[in-house]
């Protein structure tokens, strides 16, 4: 009888010790697979690979958009996919925050810099990647959401 009790108690035993022994792992073990992981991307520029963006993550809640003039329209650390064309963003546009936007300088041509606060951005892109290439354009005037929406012809999450 003895034995039958040890042999039923082995099996418990060992699944407490493994249970244990899981929760004494560092946190990062269990990033991934509970909390969604480490999901974050970086945008380069295609024609020269430099990197142009902090660590972003897709926006999943549309909530925290903001619409309100001259204030950020999307949260920093966060990106967003045009699903389709609207008024001057085209299918695939990438959309961040205006801070998340790295080794990146305004466009050499001032006839692109046009507005009165900041960039109105309604004469074509106005953003290049230290190198030079065109990558978007920013809208940072004050009757614009503040944004940065960047070509996905041009650019790519990595």
Request: charged share 25%; with cysteine.
């Amino acid at each position: 009888m003895l034995e039958l009790l040890l042999l039923g108690l082995i099996p418990l035993y060992l699944l407490l010790f493994l249970f244990f022994q899981l929760l004494s792992l560092p946190k990062k073990y269990f990033e991934k697979s509970f909390e969604g992981g480490n999901d974050k991307l970086k945008l380069i520029c295609k024609a020269c690979n430099l990197e142009i963006s902090e660590p972003l993550a897709e926006l999943k809640d549309l909530n925290l958009i903001n619409e309100n003039d001259g204030q950020d329209y999307i949260p920093r650390g966060y990106y967003l996919i045009q699903e389709e064309t609207a008024y001057e963003l085209v299918k695939g546009s990438i959309i961040l925050n205006i801070k998340d936007l790295t080794n990146s300088n305004r466009h050499s041509d001032s006839s692109r810099l046009n507005g009165c606060c900041g960039l109105d951005g309604c004469d074509g892109m106005n953003r290049v990647c230290l190198n030079d290439h065109e990558i978007g354009t920013e809208y940072s005037d004050c009757w614009r959401y503040h944004k940065v929406v960047l070509n996905p012809e041009l650019v790519q999450l990595i």
